[in-house]
């Protein structure tokens, strides 16, 4: 078992990450073949529960894109589960303190280092689960967000914790939390500084930074700033933008 999200980053490369709201294991299939480096299911807002984000995945395996899952919250039940069924991959939203983040770590990681149970019954590959056992608390990646003035505050601590291999930033939470609309394409200075502190606090860890953008073109901004992974959109975004176009188009 290889991750390669976590190989790019031991190398300073930045990955690009599609992110599926559509529970469909097609969509995931499609979006699988686009170039992306990894794919995320969206299990906090996206249409997905558990056996859609399974299909999603079975999509997925037939192309060389890492399988991750933003979890719905910081819960050890589902975060077992997810990783049980193949994720590579957390992405753990509103962790706002060092406690949160541990909380979140132990979650993903066999003992000694966790509390994660055993049971991969698909990430195992029905029946070679002792390999897998062998590599996952090194090959998982863990990826709480950064989304709130309070994690802000906290967060040194929270890149303190053992275990965290990225973190990613949600605009549009982060902009409520201080008192802006919700958007992904944010251009505002004292947005701006959250970012470069983070960018600052995280490459003295060797902690890789992601973030979720509206366009391809403020993402290919983002890698150029520092960030190592981009969401673009998400596939029901992508759809209807392109729809759009076309009719557009069509009708003249």
Not at 138 to 145: C, E, F, L, N, T
Not at 175 to 189: F, H, N, Q, T, V
Request: aromatic residues 6%; proline residues 6%; charged residues 20%.
């Amino acid at each position: 078992m290889v991750n390669k999200v976590k190989d790019a980053w031991a190398q300073g490369r930045a990955v690009v990450n599609a992110w599926l709201a559509i529970p469909s294991g097609y969509s995931a299939e499609v979006m699988a073949q686009a170039g992306f480096d990894s794919v995320t299911v969206d299990m906090q807002h996206g249409v997905q529960d558990y056996l859609s984000m399974v299909a999603c995945f079975q999509g997925m395996q037939p192309h060389p894109v890492t399988p991750m899952v933003r979890v719905p919250w910081n819960e050890p039940g589902i975060i077992g589960k997810v990783l049980d069924a193949g994720a590579m991959g957390v992405i753990c939203p509103m962790v706002n303190s060092a406690a949160e983040a541990k909380q979140l770590v132990s979650a993903c990681r066999y003992p000694p280092e966790g509390t994660r149970s055993f049971g991969p019954i698909r990430a195992g590959i029905y029946g070679e689960a002792g390999a897998y056992f062998d590599t996952a608390n090194k090959d998982i990646a863990v990826i709480p967000m950064i989304e709130t003035k309070e994690a802000v505050d906290n967060l040194e601590s929270i890149l303190d914790v053992p275990g965290i291999d990225g973190v990613y930033i949600g605009p549009s939470d982060l902009g409520l939390s201080y008192g802006l609309a919700p958007k992904l394409d944010r251009e505002e200075p004292e947005i701006m500084k959250i970012y470069e502190r983070v960018l600052s606090e995280c490459g003295k860890r060797n902690i890789a930074v992601g973030l979720h953008n509206g366009t391809a073109a403020y993402a290919k901004k983002m890698i150029g700033m520092g960030f190592k992974l981009t969401t673009i959109s998400n596939d029901s975004g992508i759809l209807l933008v392109a729809a759009k176009a076309a009719v557009a188009t069509a009708k003249g």
